[in-house]
């Protein structure tokens, strides 16, 4: 579980982990190996003198000759700093320096490895029998008993290396996190252009990611893709637009023969049917000229509220019943034409679903909300998401009826992303549907009144 969380951080995440992990447990090896090696050396040197003092003091009372001699040595010995004492008495572990034994390398191994298994019960907390017995003649033995050092703390020493050895590694760590940062960088900026690019279906930005050249090589490949894909969907929709305007010579004359007839009850009928076509062409042709790159005309500033009032008398004067709501004056850069196109689109599929529409112009968080409230039925969240679709149709007979190819919020929602803002569908209470433009007042400033 934990390596498929690390599978799925971020790749700056990992680099640093990466960098920074293995130096970490290089460092704690080698701070737990060398406090216990230092512990132990410690120790050595200390068992090794205290074995050589030993070894002194039993030489000097062998060669005493009386016991009057070796309490003298040990006396002095005492005033040394040993331990020590003369006894009679007689111990189960005892070391024989006699001659013809004698004091060798052999015996000082011997009590160097006597002194190291009494420092081990030591720190077991087992100190019975810390002593080391020598038998000096058949009636006396000299019994010393070890002054062990004060035992330091493994983990404190522990502790103290490890903080040396971070001293050192922290200038790693640091770099390392900067190498992650600076590495990483380039792909974060790469994937908020692409999310940026990607949410207005109009843009001309081409990604300006850098870095190393893998992903200069990713943002040339993109940015020669995007040209391509771009320059298709251009010569696409020049092509239909022509096709559109060819299309439209051939209906005029169709409609002027279809008036000269003499039927009325058929010619009803094919001026619907030319009427229906005449629909699709003129939707299809806004919703390509919305779509294509550098069409319309520049900004400029309007009053939304003035606009907002003129549409909604514009639809009560063919009996649609718009009421309109806002504040008297709200100023800010925008294209009337196109925003005119997207609301009246709104307000068309609100209509038909309606009998009660209600335009109201609002601002929101640094924003400019424009909202069309209907009391229809709603759509549901499936349906939110499809009808954003070109050429989809929620209700195909009535939009067979009517000769509608399902632009409308295409339309309204690329006019909607080219001022820089978006088309939300939103739930009404207790019924009914709010179609929310919302217009970001930068980089394009606006001002209420």
């Not at 894909?229 to 092509?239: E, V």
């Not at 409609?255 to 629909?279: F, G, K, W, Y």
Request: with cysteine.
């Amino acid at each position: 579980m934990m390596f498929t969380r690390l599978g799925l951080a971020s790749m700056r995440t990992q680099i640093f982990l990466l960098a920074v992990v293995p130096i970490f447990l290089l460092g704690a090896f080698a701070s737990v190996h060398g406090t216990f090696r230092e512990t132990a050396s410690r120790q050595r040197a200390w068992v090794e003198a205290e074995a050589g003092k030993i070894l002194l003091v039993a030489e000097q009372t062998l060669v005493s000759g009386s016991p009057v001699e070796a309490t003298r040595v040990i006396e002095t010995a005492k005033r040394l700093g040993l331990t020590v004492e003369l006894t009679d008495r007689r111990f189960s572990r005892e070391i024989d320096p006699r001659p013809p034994r004698g004091i060798d390398a052999a015996l000082f191994d011997r009590i160097v490895g006597d002194l190291v298994q009494l420092a081990d019960q030591r720190l077991d907390g087992d100190a019975r029998g810390a002593q080391v017995v020598l038998r000096i003649d058949d009636s006396h033995a000299i019994v010393f008993h070890p002054d062990f050092p004060a035992a330091s703390s493994d983990f404190l020493g522990i502790v103290y290396v490890l903080g040396l050895t971070l001293l050192v590694v922290l200038p790693v760590l640091l770099l390392s996190y900067y190498l992650s940062h600076r590495l990483t960088r380039p792909l974060i900026e790469f994937a908020e252009d692409a999310q940026r690019i990607s949410g207005h279906e109009n843009s001309q930005e081409l990604f300006k990611a850098d870095g190393a050249s893998e992903v200069r090589s990713l943002r040339d490949s993109l940015n020669t893709m995007q040209l391509r894909i771009r320059d298709m969907a251009q010569r696409r929709t020049t092509m239909l637009r022509s096709l559109g305007h060819d299309l439209r010579t051939p209906l005029t004359r169709l409609r002027m023969r279809v008036e000269r007839s003499h039927e009325p009850e058929l010619r009803q009928l094919l001026l619907r049917d030319i009427s229906m076509l005449a629909t699709m062409i003129d939707e299809t042709m806004a919703y390509l000229k919305t779509t294509s790159p550098g069409e319309g005309a520049p900004p400029k500033k309007v009053d939304l509220s003035s606009l907002l009032q003129t549409i909604a008398s514009d639809y009560a004067d063919v009996g649609v019943p718009v009421v309109f709501s806002g504040p008297s004056r709200l100023v800010c850069m925008c294209e009337p034409r196109n925003l005119t196109r997207a609301i009246s689109n709104l307000i068309d599929n609100a209509s038909r679903v309606s009998g009660k529409i209600e335009l109201l112009l609002g601002e929101a968080e640094g924003s400019i909300v424009i909202d069309v409230c209907d009391d229809g039925p709603g759509l549901s969240d499936d349906l939110k998401k499809q009808v954003f679709e070109p050429f989809f149709k929620a209700d195909t007979a009535r939009a067979a009826s009517t000769g509608s190819l399902g632009l409308g919020l295409s339309i309204a929602r690329s006019i909607a992303y080219a001022h820089g803002g978006r088309l939300d569908l939103i739930d009404r209470a207790p019924r009914g549907l709010i179609a929310r433009i919302t217009l970001l007042k930068e980089p394009t400033p606006c001002r209420a009144g």
